[in-house]
């Protein structure tokens, strides 16, 4: 199977763990995917013909090889998706970006998110065959969080109240995962320009609600999110003493993981909290 593969630009700099492994994932998985210009998608959606520029050209990009397009950055996601979503419905914005580019786009690229390929081009079950690596009983809280689940209208990819698709994803490849409240909460997002104490206290929020539901870790699929979750733990643990260096892995570096990709393809150095210690230590205890 052939997959046109949009990157981003933040996992090419500040975020590889979660784009770095894909060439060795689809190996694994017997995909192949192509990998589209990084050129920003501008990580947030807004309906400013300007602002739109960027992810047009992304799906024009897309367009020229293909009619799917998959990335794994859930930012990429929405903003890919809601401006097709526009474009198909207004006429004259269609019209402004044709013009501005020269080339005609009718939203006619499916946009889709790399867990999606996961459930429903490959199939959780066929992907649990593939797994080389027992990861059976890491205790795993899935954070959706705001943008890869809504606006529903727009994007979805599932249920936006009670989502199942990540925890599917934790099972095939042998973690258990671990339901929790705050999974669909925003973790601040961009607030960490204008009020840290915002993040701070969105982000322990979430990682609070993880732990007292009975996880040992936080998987995410969105750049934002890892960062918010995972490098705020600095400022966390000054101000409360019962968070104390909680694992933030991307998705597909668990997935990485389970099917044994080599450790250097899986970006940890970037983590604040290195995740290398606790896998040795609970992979084998599991």
Not at 222 to 248: A, R, T, W
Request: hydrophobic share 40%; with cysteine; charged share 20%.
């Amino acid at each position: 199977m052939k997959l046109l593969y949009y990157s981003g630009c933040l996992p090419h700099s500040k975020t590889t763990g979660l784009t770095l492994p894909m060439q060795s994932i689809a190996s694994s998985l017997g995909l192949e995917i192509i990998e589209i210009p990084s050129i920003c998608c501008g990580a947030f959606f807004s309906k400013n013909i300007i602002d739109m520029y960027g992810p047009a050209r992304v799906l024009l990009n897309a367009q020229k090889l293909g009619n799917e397009l998959m990335t794994t950055c859930a930012l990429c996601y929405n903003v890919l998706k809601q401006t097709n979503s526009v474009v198909r419905s207004d006429q004259k914005k269609r019209s402004e970006i044709s013009s501005f580019f020269g080339e005609d786009y009718n939203g006619g690229v499916k946009v889709y998110h790399f867990l999606e390929i996961l459930r429903d081009k490959i199939g959780f079950d066929k992907l649990s065959d593939l797994i080389k690596v027992n990861l059976k009983g890491l205790r795993v809280a899935p954070y959706y969080g705001c943008l890869l689940l809504r606006p529903y209208e727009e994007i979805r990819l599932d249920n936006p109240e009670n989502p199942t698709i990540f925890e599917g994803f934790l099972a095939s490849i042998g973690c258990e995962p671990v339901d929790f409240p705050y999974k669909t909460e925003c973790c601040g997002s961009y607030l960490g320009a204008v009020s840290l104490d915002a993040v701070i206290e969105h982000s322990y929020a979430i990682i609070r609600s993880a732990l007292t539901s009975g996880a040992e870790t936080i998987a995410v699929a969105c750049p934002l999110c890892h960062f918010n979750l995972d490098q705020m733990q600095e400022k966390i643990m000054q101000k409360y003493e019962d968070i104390s260096g909680v694992p933030i892995f991307y998705f597909t570096q668990l997935l990485a993981i389970a099917l044994n990709v080599e450790d250097k393809l899986l970006g940890f150095e970037q983590h604040y909290i290195d995740p290398r210690p606790w896998l040795k230590k609970t992979i084998k205890s599991h």
